[in-house]
């Protein structure tokens, strides 16, 4: 258990045999000294997320890379579980960790699932997001939205500067446009220069509206690749569930239809989706 300083209040024999320390050597001490600073970073972020979370039962499950005292590297599993009942305990970790099989099953099932130049999830996961979304949404009765992004002039950028420089731009726009969504939506590089955003729980049009235009705001910022400073263009085209497509397959074709209208009027704007633009 810790508390709000990030200090290790309490531990079983496992927790000391996986990290290598002895006891007198965790007691009191920040958990910090477990992890890089990437990693605990990390992990403090999932920790706040789990303890601010408006849920009395609320558990999270993250996998990052912890040190033992002395230096290796090993995988790990820790389960997050909020405290409601002891105030000197901010939270939780059940430790696990990862044999070396399970890792590589872990990094297959990564490499099914997510893009490896951008490192957001891949067609594949956003269908499964989206189906499960979708279902949700109908029992809920809620609306969500389909963003289909398509970046303006990519193949110019590629042609003149080269793959390397269109590899670049695309790693770094979907930097930007993950920064614009909230945690529970999601982002995929659906294609060479094509992403799509899933937006769950619209209260309103406007909701999206107010996305793409904090999306369109960030690219008012160059990119600096190979000395020339790039101020990226894209043309987005948006689909609501239910009113636009009762499937996701509906709701991307109907968001790549509205996003082909935003380049057929000028480009580097974002077009809602219109019964007439699929006839």
Do not use: W
Request: hydrophobic share 35%; with cysteine; proline share 2%.
């Amino acid at each position: 258990m810790i508390n709000d300083d990030y200090c290790i209040n309490s531990f079983n024999m496992y927790f000391i045999k996986i990290f290598g320390y002895k006891q007198n050597n965790l007691l009191s001490k920040s958990i910090d000294i477990l992890f890089n600073t990437d990693e605990y970073k990390c992990l403090q972020k999932n920790i706040m997320n789990c303890v601010n979370y408006n849920n009395e039962s609320t558990i999270h499950k993250i996998k990052l890379n912890g040190f033992r005292k002395d230096n290796v590297i090993i995988p790990l599993e820790i389960t997050l579980i909020k405290n409601n009942e002891n105030q000197n305990h901010m939270c939780t970790l059940i430790v696990r960790e990862i044999s070396e099989f399970q890792q590589t099953v872990d990094d297959l099932e990564y490499l099914a699932y997510y893009d490896q130049l951008t490192k957001v999830p891949n067609r594949t996961l956003f269908r499964d997001r989206a189906e499960t979304a979708i279902r949700r949404a109908l029992r809920e009765d809620e609306k969500l939205a389909v963003v289909y992004i398509d970046i303006d002039e990519f193949k110019t950028i590629n042609d003149k500067m080269g793959h390397e420089a269109g590899d670049r731009l695309l790693g770094d726009l979907s930097r930007r446009f993950k920064k614009c969504i909230r945690e529970s939506d999601t982002l995929s590089r659906v294609g060479g220069d094509e992403f799509a955003i899933l937006i769950l729980k619209i209260a309103c049009i406007e909701d999206v509206s107010i996305l793409v235009e904090r999306i369109h705001k960030s690219n008012q910022i160059p990119i600096k690749i190979n000395d020339h400073n790039i101020i990226p263009k894209i043309s987005l085209g948006i689909s609501i569930f239910p009113q636009d497509g009762a499937t996701i397959d509906e709701l991307l074709k109907n968001a790549d239809a509205a996003m082909y209208s935003a380049k057929n009027n000028g480009k580097n704007q974002y077009v809602f989706y219109k019964p007439h633009m699929t006839k």
